[in-house]
Structures are given as C-alpha cells and as structure tokens.
C-alpha cells in the first residue's frame, strides 16, 4: 500500500513495505542521494535527517512511524536560516574533505543551531557525538558550528 | 528540492546511435538518475590541446583529473597547477574525472594510473605546469594570428589573450576552434614562480560547495535506470567455501527479485538496499572454512614473533652496529602492530552493467585502469569494451587501490540482467577489508654514558608493495617501503 510522506516540502507517495527504512527511501527510491548509508545501526550519523526539525538517524527509522510528520534531507536544508548558515561557515572555514559524513554532520549542526543558537563547547560535543568523521574534520566543525552562531548574532544585531 | 534530470544510461544512448530527440522512446526509470550524460573527458566542440585541459565556447574551463579525489584536496591542488599556465580564469574551472586510460594518466612516480602515497602534486607538478604552459601558447598563437601580430608581443591573465600595444582582448573561449590549428609547442616556457598567481594563494575548494549541498555524487550514488540493488555475504574465511545455502526464507521477502549463490559467497539482489539486506539476514548459510580455517591471530602473532628473530635484509645500515649493540645496558621491546580495517566512511560498493558484449562500471576508486582491466578478465571481454565511470571517493586511505568490489560485482552481475549497484553492509566492509597488514617490530638499543649508542630495528610483516607493484619492490632491492 502507498505511503505517503512529506519530504522537503513536497508529498511524495511512495509504494515501499511499511517497515521499510527511510534512509533507503530515500535513497534507492527517491534518489535523495545526499543522505549517506555509512552503518546501518545509528552509529556513525551519517544518514541524519529532520523530522519535524529534530535531527534523526534515518538508517533506523520505519517509514511507517513517519506519519505526517516534515522529513528535511540536505538537499533541502538549505532553505532553513540554520541550514543556510551551517552550510556557509561549513565553506567558509573550508571543514569538508572527503565529504562523505558531511550531510549527516550539517544536518546535525543545523538542529543544535536551531535549539542552542549559541552552542558552547559542551553543547556542540553533546549534539554532533553521534557523527563521525573519518578524515578527522572535528575542530572544524567545532569552529564552523562557532562562526555560523556568530552569523546568527550579528543578524539579530543588524 | 530540485529535479534531478532522468535520462538513459551512456551505453543506451551509444549503442543506439540515434540523437537526443529520439531518447523518450526509452522506458524511464522509477527513480532518478543522476549520472552525467556526457562521457567523460568528452573534446566534442572542446579546445583539447592535451589529456587534461578542455575549453568549451562559453569559456568554460574543464580539467580532466589525473588523480582522484577522496578528501585531500586534489581536485583543487591540481586545477590551481593547471590554472597557473594557462592563465585560465579560476572562477570558470571545473574538474571532470578522468577516463580509464593508463597511457594519458598515469601517475609518474607510481608508473601506473593511481592515485596514492601522498604523491599526487609532487608527481604531476611538471607535467600539468607543462600541459597548461602548452595550451596557453596555443591560444596566444591563435590570437596572434587572428590580429596579424607576433605571439611575443601578447601576453594572457585571467582567461583572456591581451595585446598591450593595440589594447585588443580575445577571450579564450573565442580562440576555441583557431588555437586546435596551432601546433602544440614542445617545450613551452614555464613561469618564473615569481610570477605566480594561483599557486601559492589560498583558494577555495572546488569540491566542497557540492559536497555541502548533497549533490555530489559518490561512486554509491550512481543511479541508472532500471537498476537493482544488491548486498552480499562472502565467506569468512579466506580461501573457504559455501557449504549449503537455505534461501527460501530471503524469496519470501517483498522486494528480493533473485539469489545469486556462487562458490564462495551469495548475494541478494533486490528492488532496493532494504530488500537486499532484509533478504541477506534471512539466508541460512553454512560454510566450509578451507585450507585456512585454523588459521587465527595467536597462530599469526606466534609466527610473526618466530620469523621476527630471523637475519633479514638491510635497509639501512650506519657505523659499527655489531659493535655498538654488543656493549652497554641493553633494551629490547618489541611491539605489535595489529591488521586493521581501513573503514572508509562510504562502505565499500560498485554498480556494474553487465552485457554480452560490454561491461560498464561505476564506482569511486584510487586505480581507474587496473579496475579496468580487472573487471574486463573477470567478465572475458576485451579491455576496450569495458568503461569505467569514476566518482568522487568517501574516503580511500588505500582501500580503493585494491579491485576486490569490482572482481566480486561482476561475478554476481554475470547473473544478472540490467544494472546492480552491489552495496557492502558495514558488517562486510569490516570483516572483508584487505586489511592493513600485521607488522611485529623488535627494537634492540644499547646505553653508552646514559645516551643511545647501539639501534637495530627489525620490522616483519607482510609486504604491501610487493603484491601491489612488483616492479618498484624488486627495484628496492626486495626492501618493502611505504
């Protein structure tokens, strides 16, 4: 039977076994190849997505626990104002290498934004533990997570 | 979200022969696609003076990419290199992978096409200054030509041919079709590094922007029309074999299509990954552990630390050792560096169209024309009727110098029709890495006056490079180096 989930600001209907997991929805059926299998057990963060704003380990969630509940990929989350800033401190403080964890990491990065818009040191350990990294990019993302808050305040003073 | 554009698999569109409007007649896919039209390293229309500089009519600047890319920056690195000679403008470059073709990419210093050993810029760092020292002559002279001056009196910045004395600018994408007539030089002069413009500056990766975004494509990206996806469990013990394979559970599975069972492993193939891996989970398997089921890491360590006090060659020998090491206070220690997987954050996969006649594969890998001919004797085909897609790499670290996904995606893709993307659980891509090898280093040193006097290190492992490139093995004397 179709399901029908909300994907990127689009329904989608999609005709998968209701257990089916929504990472390889979305990458095997609808193409959203942005989001990465790294491990399939929630281990390494790579397949993180939104639901309703909350960041998600798609490896492990059943599309049918979906509902009609907001799924954000990266090629989206750009269009949040978290989104857009996490990607640009991300390019602005050149964090990425090889690449391939980087969705998962932004999408992270994008949630603790929006939660902790100020994040101290603890908060970004807390929030991004779940995403690994295997060229090592960690201080980085810590320094990007600090300069796109930093793009946060200098709006709100503006 | 953006559309992603569906069109046909390369292949279709070759061996059809038929032109771009014709393409609809073609079933589409019930999924995206989003691997690029054009082959790469396409010259149609191009200004193609060597194998890496392509300058279109809108004044695009493509390099073809001689090295692959996996983190270390060298879709950037090399560009600049590029760049510099040819005075191109940096904000029209864009990089292309580079073709299966040992002859045009070849790394120097490696001898053969792959990309390893950190060497990437010092081995290609003449020739591509060479390449676009070339191609830079050829667009003066086209210029040149065109005004009726001396190419002497002209010089070029920032992708344009300039003038000083009459003040006339010709774009390089305006010299397209004339600078193909000029003659290439044979040895163009190289900038003085004085002048440099590129190299040397910080720049912004060319990479990365994509990479932010989602829409780079890795080699577990490709997604072709009407393909099928599989997973695999090889057996666990090297040189073992299946023994009995129960599948009936796995058909039961919505999604599973097929069980490929083979000597010495199975795979599921399957409309999606979740398919593939619920039916791999559902198998029931028994194997037969072969010759080398006894062996385990306490026999390894127990013969490593027995050939560990055998005489080995010299690598390097100073002063009076014998001597030195037979005096004094000494101190043996010996330390154990363990196989370890290389867990690449993208597991290891390879997407493969198997047909009577031909062999396409897709993937991200360090050696682009060993993956070649690898996939070309296990399918039987000449080399020539196997192409190579290359992608962006999650990650190498030296595991994708190795052709082992391709060997084992084209033996399953013999049993099946269509395209299959073969994706390694985690589980597999651990357990089946070509690990990096045990070493059992003995470090003997002898105290004279309370400082060092005596050093024998005597390292004992498995040779990488004498399995991966006899030749530079044999020519160091039989002495492994990294």
């Known amino acids: 039977m179709p399901i029908e989930l909300r994907i990127n600001g689009e329904t989608k209907s999609v005709d998968v076994p209701a257990d089916m997991l929504l990472l390889w929805v979305l990458r095997d059926v609808l193409g959203l190849t942005g989001t990465k299998f790294g491990c399939g057990m929630a281990l390494c963060g790579a397949c993180t997505v939104h639901i309703d704003g909350n960041p998600v380990r798609s490896c492990l969630l059943p599309v049918s626990a979906i509902g009609n509940r907001a799924v954000t990929t990266i090629e989206a989350i750009g269009a949040t104002p978290e989104g857009a800033r996490v990607q640009k401190a991300w390019l602005d403080l050149e964090v990425i290498q090889c690449g391939y964890c980087q969705p998962g990491q932004i999408m992270s990065a994008a949630a603790l934004l929006k939660s902790t818009p100020h994040p101290d040191d603890a908060d970004i350990d807390a929030a991004m533990a779940g995403n690994i990294c295997r060229c090592g990019t960690y201080v980085r993302i810590r320094a990007a997570i600090k300069h796109a808050a930093l793009g946060s305040a200098k709006e709100a003073t503006l | ?482």
């Not at chain 2, 393409?23 to 060597?50: H, I």
Request: hydrophobic share 45%; proline share 7%.
């Open chain 2, 1 to 482: 979200m953006t559309a992603l554009a569906v069109s046909p698999s390369r292949r279709a569109v070759l061996s059809s022969g038929l032109a771009g409007g014709v393409l609809l007649a073609f079933r589409l896919p019930a999924f995206a696609v989003n691997e690029p039209e054009q082959p790469p390293d396409s010259t149609a229309g191009k200004f193609a003076p060597n194998a890496f500089i392509r300058i279109d009519g809108s004044g695009k600047t493509i390099f073809v990419m001689p090295q692959v890319e996996m983190g270390q920056g060298v879709y950037t690195a090399l560009p600049m290199i590029l760049a510099e000679e040819l005075d191109a403008d940096w904000n029209s470059v864009v990089f292309e992978h580079a073709p299966a073709n040992e002859k045009l990419y070849a790394n120097p210093v490696l001898t053969v096409q792959a990309t390893g050993n950190s060497n990437s810029v010092r081995a290609f760092w003449k020739p591509l200054r060479q390449a676009g020292a070339a191609a830079r002559a050829m667009l003066i002279g086209a210029a040149a030509k065109e005004w009726n001056v001396d190419p002497a009196s002209c010089t070029a910045a920032d992708g344009k041919v300039i003038h000083s004395a009459s003040g006339r600018t010709l774009p390089y994408a305006a010299l397209v079709a004339a600078a193909a007539q000029i003659p290439p030089p044979k040895d163009p002069p190289l900038k003085d590094p004085k002048q440099f413009k590129i190299i040397g500056k910080p720049v912004k990766r060319l990479d990365t922007p994509a990479k932010a975004q989602g829409k780079a494509v890795y080699g577990i990206d490709a997604m072709l029309p009407g393909m099928k996806f599989a997973t695999l469990a090889a057996c666990p013990h090297f040189g073992g074999k299946l023994a009995h394979c129960n599948d009936s559970g796995a058909k039961k599975i919505p999604g599973v299509r097929q069980v490929v069972v083979l000597d010495d492993l199975v795979a599921v193939v399957g409309d999606h990954m979740w398919a593939a891996k619920k039916g791999l989970d559902a198998l029931k398997l028994m194997w037969d552990p072969g010759p080398y089921g006894h062996v385990d890491s306490a026999l390894i360590w127990k013969e490593i630390a027995k050939a560990s006090e055998r005489t080995g060659l010299v690598a390097k020998k100073i002063g009076d050792a014998d001597k030195a090491l037979a005096e004094g206070e000494k101190f043996e220690r010996h330390y154990q560096m363990p196989f370890l997987a290389h867990a690449t954050m993208e597991p290891i996969n390879c997407t493969v169209h198997l047909t009577n006649d031909s062999c396409e594969i897709w993937l991200g890998t360090q050696i682009m024309a060993r993956v070649q001919s690898t996939a070309a004797a296990t399918a039987g085909l000449p080399l020539e009727k196997v192409i190579v897609h290359n992608h962006l790499l999650g990650g190498g670290f030296g595991r994708r110098l190795e052709p082992d996904m391709v060997v084992k995606a084209v033996r399953i893709a013999k049993h099946v029709d269509g395209p299959l993307k073969v994706v390694w659980t985690r589980e597999e891509d651990i357990q089946h890495d070509l690990y990096r090898p045990v070493y059992y280093d003995r470090l003997t040193a002898t105290l004279k006056d309370g400082r060092i006097d005596g050093w024998l290190d005597r390292v004992t492992g498995p040779s990488i490079v004498a399995r991966w490139l006899p030749p530079a093995f044999t020519g160091n004397h039989n002495i492994d180096f990294d």
